[in-house]
């Protein structure tokens, strides 16, 4: 395990205070680009953080199992005046899908896990904003909190952030048929009996006419798809880890937890049908099953919707089963990510033998794509499944879309089901709409 001023230990020092200004992202015209991003609009939950006072990273998942523990268990924090009556996280990150190390150049940055307490934090709150500053508990640790709040104070932008840059034209590539024959493999698989169910993803390259602006394109995502959470993490090199994800893997808050089961999917042209269909409703049904048997051990209550309902979102509909939870005394929130990640929904049934099948044959390095990210602390945790997601540095973005195949499945309609998930990428990406094929 590697840290930067590490977690057990170290103490830090923090100030607060509240502005009349609504809109977190808007600090990116002070600030410079944000070091993380997280909002989900339909809930009012808006956070931006510049700079690090802390990292903790990890190379493995007994080591990001260690380090999510820990975060979630205590903190050392020394507030100077008011303390906020709820912050969140404070630390901000994410880690791998899968429990190898990072095989493509492009998400070592990143690394295996990687979870950041930034030097400075501001969050939507009920009559505006809050702003939070940390320091390591040292000789001039208060000098640099107060200064942090005080240029904040002094220039925050009041007005909304919208996007503002022209359309970026955009170059892709993606081989259709490499992913089809992975489909058919797949296929291969379940109708042999080695596999229920296979999620397999694919992804597209997209180069930029100029490099991307990293604000506009959070600006476009979260004002198109405000039914998701919005994501931003950065690493060192310049590397933008975003997307707009549908799927919570997990929401703390004391001992009550949230999830839910989403799998099945259609276009929004197709919603009325996907209640019914068979091949839908049996991929849709073993990602509840497995949530609830995973949970048991953790909680002593564990409830779920009779009936999935519809997730309407702008270029695909899901089918979403709310899933509910009294966690027992002592289960926090590391372990909760533990038992879930991860579910069919991103892996498959058998989880093993899927994930087996998936290291042998997606041929993608899938980095923290359908991996967990969202914030911890000690008072709970708000962890996504990174889904809709690209990694992006300077011109060249790399998306990430998958399919779920299960009996009946075909790899063209697979196909054309990734090509609608990429939708969302790509419009917030170029800034305008994208054609597609039938």
Aim: glycine share 10%; hydrophobic share 45%.
């Amino acid at each position: 395990m590697t840290t930067h001023n590490p977690a057990k230990g170290q103490r830090w020092v923090a100030g607060m205070m509240t502005l009349a200004s609504a809109d977190p992202l808007a600090g990116a015209g002070l600030l410079g680009v944000p070091t993380l991003y997280w909002e989900q609009p339909l809930e009012q939950e808006a956070i931006a953080g510049w700079g690090e006072a802390a990292v903790m990273e990890a190379r493995s998942p007994t080591e990001a199992s260690e380090v999510l523990g820990s975060l979630s268990s205590h903190l050392e924090l020394r507030w100077l005046g008011e303390a906020p009556a709820r912050l969140p996280g404070p630390w901000f990150g994410g880690m791998r899908f899968a429990s190898t190390a990072p095989a493509d150049a492009d998400w070592k940055a990143l690394g295996f896990a990687r979870w950041t307490l930034p030097e400075l934090l501001v969050w939507r709150v009920a009559q505006g904003m809050a702003v939070a500053a940390f320091a390591p508990e040292a000789e001039g640790g208060e000098d640099l909190v107060r200064s942090r709040l005080e240029r904040v104070r002094a220039s925050f932008p009041a007005d909304y952030r919208h996007p503002r840059g022209a359309p970026v034209a955009l170059e892709l590539s993606s081989s259709r048929e490499g992913f089809e024959a992975r489909v058919e493999r797949a296929l291969e698989a379940i109708a042999a009996g080695r596999l229920q169910k296979v999620v397999m993803a694919r992804s597209v390259e997209a180069e930029g006419s100029r490099p991307f602006d990293v604000v506009d394109v959070l600006a476009r995502l979260r004002e198109q798809n405000p039914r998701c959470v919005t994501f931003l993490f950065r690493a060192p090199g310049d590397v933008a880890f975003l997307g707009a994800t549908p799927e919570t893997l997990c929401r703390v808050d004391g001992r009550v937890l949230e999830t839910e089961a989403l799998a099945g999917s259609a276009a929004p042209g197709q919603a009325d049908g996907l209640g019914a269909s068979d091949k839908d409703r049996r991929e849709h049904d073993s990602v509840v099953r497995y949530i609830l048997a995973a949970l048991r051990p953790l909680a002593d209550h564990v409830t779920a919707d009779q009936e999935p309902r519809l997730l309407t979102l702008k270029n695909v509909v899901h089918l979403r089963t709310g899933i509910r939870a009294e966690l027992r005394e002592g289960v926090t929130a590391s372990q909760v990510v533990a038992a879930l990640h991860p579910t069919p929904a991103v892996g498959g049934v058998p989880r093993d033998h899927s994930l087996g099948f998936l290291h042998e044959h997606e041929a993608l390095d899938r980095g923290w794509y359908a991996g967990p990210v969202g914030w911890i602390g000690p008072s709970g945790a708000h962890m996504a499944v990174a889904l809709r997601s690209a990694l992006v540095r300077g011109a060249h973005a790399r998306l990430f879309v998958g399919a779920g195949i299960v009996q009946g499945s075909s790899s063209a309609t697979e196909w054309r089901e990734t090509e609608m998930k990429s939708l969302a990428m790509l419009r917030a990406l170029g800034g305008g709409d994208v054609r597609r094929e039938s």
